[in-house]
Nanobody, 121 residues
Framework: QVQLVESGGGLVQAGGSLRLSCEASRRTFTMGWFRQAPGKEREFVAGIKWSGMNTLYSDSVKGRFTISRDNAKNTVYLQMNSLKSEDTAVYYC?????????????????WGKGTQVTVSS
């Protein structure tokens, strides 16, 4: 089992920045972030493999968000810049022992409880 604990959410004005963190209880190969806005399905945001050299982003955040990890701390980060009102959602950390960065939430094994990000326009 892997426990994931997110932190760093909050309220920010449009154009601002936030950094989310997610600490895992043990080493995992692949980690990522999803988000879910009210009335919408959970969607993939970004993922990163163990090496940190392989990352994947959704088109909606590419160029604005950066995912990174510190394996010594079993922690993944999501730096979010140039935030827009449409980025408002609950952000979930996900982890998997597999080697592929999956964009479908059903393919991830472990989930955090989520952290709210609200961007005011």
């Amino acid at each position: 089992q892997v426990q994931l604990v997110e932190s760093g959410g909050g309220l920010v004005q449009a154009g601002g920045s936030l950094r989310l963190s997610c600490e895992a209880s043990r080493r995992t190969f692949t980690m990522g972030w999803f988000r879910q806005a009210p009335g919408k399905e959970r969607e993939f945001v970004a993922g990163i493999k163990w090496s940190g050299m392989n990352t994947l982003y959704s088109d909606s955040v590419k160029g604005r968000f950066t995912i990174s990890r510190d394996n010594a701390k079993n922690t993944v980060y999501l730096q979010m810049n140039s935030l827009k009102s449409e980025d408002t959602a609950v952000y979930y950390c996900a982890a998997d022992l597999g080697l592929r960065i999956a964009t479908m939430s059903s393919e991830w094994s472990y989930w955090g409880k989520g952290t709210q990000v609200t961007v005011s326009s």
